[in-house]
């Protein structure tokens, strides 16, 4: 094929909309280099495109936020999906840039979501579990440990630090109407509680153990492996909460929508291997059903 011809077809044909928006400065190169069909082309200009594609792959991940309406029209009819992506470009650069989990978890509760999103409801509600879940008695873990405490229960049903504890965090929760909604029924009954407690708050023993690996690693990633490592960890803690029967009756969130967020983080950690064309394969595979077709 030769430059021209595939020239054409990139600015003329059906697959524009996922070039000109995925790689916005390339089309607009190739549209200009391409003009009125010209049948030559110097070597520079060659060289200077090949630039501006490199350029536009270290800007896919951004690309793909910004322009999202553009290549995946689909996400107008599904807010909660629309959402999801934006969540897990927010878990990526939030782990790219350092910030502690709490942080992270604390910001996916305040983005500019759709209207009356369901998913900042949920994150909202994930932000109070992890607040009231964090560790202040200067343990070796940013959160209380769900499974140990419960543990200690067994048969010391009349334990009053037991009674505290959880009473103390059924005072905190109950602050989100769904969630004492959800646990009222069990507030007289510590072993019904705690349990129920647990169910809910059961992702913070993955946050944990994300928390573990930073700290074997003081706290420093310095390989691109221990970076997508740490950002798939804060994506599948979160999922195991979004995953719960609590959220999913609570919020009615389709699995499918919630899934969009590691279907992103998977492009993006392609991309940070700049594995290129796998990258470009799974916008098509994990997310083509957002767009008008699948190419």
Known sequence: MGINTMFKQIKDTSVTRIIKYVFPKTYSQIASLYGEGQNSYYTADLVFLQKIIQSDYAALSTN???????????????????????????????????????????????????????????????DLLSTAMLDTAGSKTTWINPVKVFSQIGDNLNKPELHFFYALLYEQLKADPRIESYLFKFKDDIRLLSGEVNKIVGFVTKL???YNYLKTREFS?????????????????????????????????????????????????????????????????ELGDLMEKKY
């Open 64 to 126: 793909l936020i910004s322009n999202a309406d553009l290549i995946f029209p689909k996400l107008k009819e599904m807010p909660e999906a629309s959402d999801m992506l934006k969540a897990g470009y927010s878990i990526y650069k939030s782990s790219q840039e350092g910030n502690s989990l709490p942080v992270i978890i604390t910001s996916l509760s305040e983005l500019p979501y759709s209207y009356d999103s369901k998913v900042k409801k949920m994150f909202e509600v994930a």
């Open 208 to 210: 944990n153990a994300t």
């Open 221 to 285: 990633l310095s390989s691109i492996e221990e970076q997508i490592f740490y950002m798939k960890e804060i994506q599948q803690a979160l999922q195991i909460f979004a995953t719960n029967e609590f959220v999913i009756n609570c919020f009615e969130l389709k699995i499918d929508a919630v899934q969009v967020c590691g279907k992103y983080i998977s492009i993006v950690e392609a991309l940070l291997k700049k594995q290129y064309p796998n990258a470009i394969a799974l916008i098509t595979i």
